[in-house]
């Protein structure tokens, strides 16, 4: 299957197989994709970050990481992993991450992974309640020794590459994230292909 494109601050839904594998590329370097999905026969089984990172006893998403879902079903595998930096705690940006975190965004419209996400998941049938944490592929995320985060520019270079499998029947939602402090300060494109 040909590569597709998402342009800065989009995003993409779609049904990805058992066995299938998707390949999210960052293009041009500096970008972070959030990643989420359900179960194609049960919306209600959907990504989980607790227990993903409580199976592998680390907070570290690489090759080999199976990710998990709210009711300990292996919903996919990382097989394929050139960046080794990726966020797992986090929630998808929303208009309300732009009103609260971002003073200078205040009250203004500004695009966001979680409506991408909630807009092409829609016609597939996920409920926007049902978006929880994503995995934020590529991004730059650290805590202080008191537990304080901090975000900086993605580690990821031109043509980094994660690349899952899918061990159930899953319908994804997949963004070139919107939030600009996420990016390094500038919102670029992301890439993707399924095959199998």
């Known amino acids: 299957m040909d590569t597709t494109r998402l342009a800065p601050q989009t995003g993409a839904g779609f049904v990805l197989r058992a066995g299938q594998s998707l390949t999210v590329v960052d293009p041009t370097g500096g970008q972070v994709s959030d990643f989420y999905c359900v179960l194609a026969d049960d919306h209600d089984e959907w990504l989980s970050s607790g227990r993903t ?3 592998a006893n680390s ?3 690489t090759t080999g990481t199976v990710l998990y879902s709210n009711r300990s079903t292996e919903m996919a595998v ?4 050139t960046c080794g930096r990726h966020d797992f705690l986090l929630t998808p940006c929303s208009q309300q991450t732009f009103d609260l975190l971002y003073p200078e965004f205040e009250g203004a419209y500004h695009p966001s992974c979680f409506e991408n996400l909630a807009t092409s998941m829609g016609p597939l049938g996920v409920d926007p309640d049902r978006i929880g944490t994503t995995l934020n592929i590529f991004m730059n995320v ?7 985060l901090h975000i900086d520019p993605p580690t990821s270079v031109a043509g980094d590459r994660f690349v899952l499998e899918a061990r159930a029947d899953l319908v994804v939602g997949l963004t ?3 939030a600009e402090k996420s990016n390094g300060g500038v919102c670029k494109p992301i890439d993707y292909r399924i095959d199998g």
């Not at 990382?78 to 992993?81: I, L």
């Not at 650290?142 to 304080?148: L, P």
């Open 78 to 81: 990382v097989v394929d992993d």
């Open 53 to 55: 990172i409580d199976y």
């Open 59 to 61: 907070t570290l998403v």
């Open 142 to 148: 650290w805590a202080e020794r008191d537990g304080e």
């Open 176 to 178: 070139a994230c919107s």
